[in-house]
């Protein structure tokens, strides 16, 4: 089959369930990576065909879309802070605002790091541990642990394939740990000089506001809190923060936009220092920062 067919019926497929635009892009997207073809091929090379075992591939792929199913759990991989991560239905698609909290962290931990002992990291509900391996391979040396409560979400996490950056920078791979978040603070984990989480922050009552693709696809688990307890990740965090985090030590969660305020009133209420709520690249509440008191 010619690969020009291929878009076609890719697009025809996939626009059942995405816009015209967001279709084209997402069989182009797809298609680069399954033959390793660039965006203009087809138009370059009119004649160029495509393997039978390729186009049943394809096909499959494209009746996965049509179904809804994000692009990423199709091609099983995501991109985050400029790396390549395995994803699977078990874990919550990388989001590009966590990169934020990456980046602030990346810095606080470059600042913070010449005392000669290794940085230490807790990455609270890490799901792909995209956060986890970001933090990791940014600052080589840091010792970063990071936990959730799913077992599928933690074979992922443990499966990221980093050994070459590793190998050139000497960064440690994250040690990946089951814990029940909501449960208090582990004792035996030692002390840390930051602690991280991106929780499940959506309110049930938000439900309706979001697209099936994720509703339907991304695990309810990693997403959703009940309407009437909307912070109570973040009373676990302070938990365990209060427990696990040095005099000094930098706590950073991502939040819900709607409860900015009240997630900082949370931390402060808890006993932390400098807390302070910070925006996203589109401007909303998404962060908050806190620090242990010395
Ligand atoms: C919003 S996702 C975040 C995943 C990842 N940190 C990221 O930024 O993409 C929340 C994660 O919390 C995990 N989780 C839900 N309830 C938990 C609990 N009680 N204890 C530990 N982890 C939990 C889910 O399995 C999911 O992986």
């Not at 090379?45 to 792929?61: H, I, K, T």
């Not at 807790?122 to 799913?150: F, H, N, Q, R, Y």
Request: with cysteine; charged share 20%; hydrophobic share 45%.
């Amino acid at each position: 089959m010619l690969l020009t067919e291929l878009i076609k019926e890719g697009r025809r497929t996939v626009s059942e369930a995405y816009p015209e635009a967001e279709a084209r892009e997402m069989v182009s997207v797809f298609l680069e990576e399954l033959l390793g073809v660039r965006k203009h091929t087809h138009i370059l090379y009119p004649d160029y065909a495509v393997s039978v075992e390729s186009v049943l591939g394809a096909r499959q792929a494209f009746a996965r879309m049509a179904a809804g199913e994000p692009l990423q759990y199709v091609m099983g991989k995501a991109y985050f802070y400029g790396r390549e991560f395995r994803v699977t239905p078990d874990v919550l698609i990388p989001r590009p605002e966590t990169e934020l909290l990456c980046r602030m962290v990346s810095r606080h931990l470059a600042d913070a790091g010449n005392s000669g002992e290794p940085l230490r990291v807790l990455d609270l509900c890490t799901g792909s541990g995209c956060i986890a391996w970001t933090l990791a391979l940014e600052c080589p040396g840091a010792e970063v642990l990071a936990a959730d409560i799913s077992s599928g979400a933690l074979s992922v996490a443990s499966s990221q394939s980093f050994d070459e950056e590793m190998a050139v920078s000497g960064a440690l791979p994250p040690v990946f740990f089951k814990a029940d978040v909501l449960a208090g603070p582990q004792k035996d984990l030692g002390q840390f000089d930051v602690i991280v989480s991106n929780p499940p922050y959506v309110m049930d009552k938000e439900k309706p506001l979001m697209r099936n693709n994720v509703l339907l696809h991304e695990p309810h688990l990693a997403l959703f809190v009940p309407d009437d307890d909307p912070l109570l990740f973040y009373r676990a965090v302070a938990s365990w923060a209060g427990t696990v985090l040095k005099a000094g030590g930098l706590g950073v969660v991502e939040i819900n936009e709607a409860l900015g305020p009240e997630t900082a009133a949370l931390m402060r209420n808890a006993g932390f220092a400098g807390v302070s709520v910070e925006k996203d690249l589109g401007g909303r509440d998404r962060f908050v920062r806190f620090v242990q008191v010395l």
